[in-house]
């Protein structure tokens, strides 16, 4: 298993003129953990997470994954529907749909109840299972699109300020649930919030469009 971003760069149109955010990177993820992407809001941080995820084309270099060039938009949308989990700051559950609904709906509906069931008891949830999200806290609604993201056992989790819109407890416990994903697949976090990290993440910081890997 591996993704591999070479020389990706990114630029949008500022009217007239065209802004560099991200400028030639190289990336290499082989092995499962955890990997942060850090820096200051506006740094790119979320642009290199969606070039990563194959969300967003680079306008140079490519996205390799698993030995294939991810060239094309049916491409990048059958490898993200089969391959990728996400998980962004807000929760995006569908509002009239129960947890057991939403999860069973990111499994694409081929998980059973059974299935979707254990998954809720090991992020401890279970008990939500028949709730809708407007009856949820923050916390278990961010718990219940973590389930959504893992039903489908993606090899890469890419998660963008997963934890920006919770209180300090939820947030370390978002991220308890991370570190256990990782056993399993790559996870990439992109975050501005190093105060969560526990110092066996791999780190990568960027700086002026560029990405350093911090030891
Ligand atoms: N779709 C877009 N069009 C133009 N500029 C964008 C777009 N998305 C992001 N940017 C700009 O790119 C820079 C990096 O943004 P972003 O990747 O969201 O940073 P971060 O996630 O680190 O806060 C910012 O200056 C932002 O304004
Ligand atoms: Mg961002």
């Not at 760069?9 to 400028?23: A, F």
């Not at 994954?65 to 929760?91: P, S, V, W, Y």
């Not at 934890?163 to 975050?191: F, G, K, P, Q």
């Amino acid at each position: 298993m591996k993704l591999k971003a070479e020389n990706i760069s990114m630029e949008y149109k500022d009217g007239e003129k065209t802004k560099k955010i991200i400028d030639g990177v190289d990336l290499c993820f082989e092995k499962n953990g955890i990997n942060v992407l850090v820096g200051p809001s506006g740094s790119g941080k979320s642009t290199l997470l969606y070039m990563l995820a194959a969300l967003r084309r680079p306008t140079g270099g490519k996205l390799v994954f698993n030995g294939k060039n991810i060239e094309n938009d049916r491409l990048a949308e059958r490898t993200r529907a089969e391959d990728f989990g996400f998980i962004f700051q807000r929760h995006f559950l569908i509002p009239y749909l129960t947890v057991m609904e939403n999860v069973r709906l990111g499994s694409e509906d081929k998980a059973d109840d059974k299935e979707i069931m254990s998954l809720l008891e090991r992020l401890s949830i279970a008990d939500l299972a028949n709730k809708k999200p407007y009856q949820m806290s923050g916390g278990q609604c961010q718990r219940a699109a973590i389930a959504r993201a893992l039903i489908k056992k993606p090899e890469v989790i890419f998660a963008d300020e997963p934890t920006a819109a919770l209180d300090h407890e939820n947030a370390e416990n978002i991220y308890s649930l991370l570190r256990e994903c990782s056993e399993e697949s790559i996870v990439i976090i992109a975050t501005h919030d190093t105060s969560l990290l526990s110092g066996d993440e791999n780190i990568y910081r960027i700086v002026d469009r560029k990405v350093v890997r911090e030891a």
